[in-house]
């Protein structure tokens, strides 16, 4: 069983920056797919950005290209995601997620496990 804790959300103004953090149990981090998603309220959970085992890809979804940057540091079992520039409708609850066959595709069905979630919210 793998844990995921996340971190560092809170309240900033529109345009500011956040990073959130995913810190994982156990020896295998390092084989997972990691990924972040986020959910608002009445509406679903969506892919925010996910990086493969290894750092061999990286994707992101459309509303944060070019704001959002994700990184893994798996000597410390953590991933992080970097929020810049950002606007009133990124606030939601983010989550953080873990595929354990090592892709962090954008298909909610391929993570394993999730954290509790951090709740970012962005002021205007």
């Known amino acids: 069983q793998v844990q995921l804790v996340e971190s560092g959300g809170g309240l900033v103004q529109a345009g500011g920056s956040l990073r959130v953090s995913c810190t994982a149990s156990g020896r295998s981090f390092s084989t997972y797919g990691m990924a972040w998603f986020r959910q608002a309220p009445g509406k679903e959970r969506v892919f925010v950005s996910g990086?493969?085992?290894?750092?061999?890809?990286?994707w992101y979804g459309d509303s944060v290209k070019g704001r959002f940057t994700i990184s893994r540091d798996d000597a410390k079992n953590t991933v992080y995601l970097q929020m810049n520039s950002l606007k009133p409708e990124d606030t939601a609850i983010y989550y953080c997620?873990?595929?354990?066959?090592?892709?962090?595709?954008?298909?909610?069905?391929?993570?394993?496990?999730w954290g509790q979630g951090t709740q970012v919210t962005v002021s205007s």
């Open positions: 990086i493969s085992a290894n750092d061999v890809n990286i």
């Open positions: 997620a873990a595929d354990v066959d090592g892709l962090g595709h954008r298909a909610i069905v391929e993570y394993t496990y």
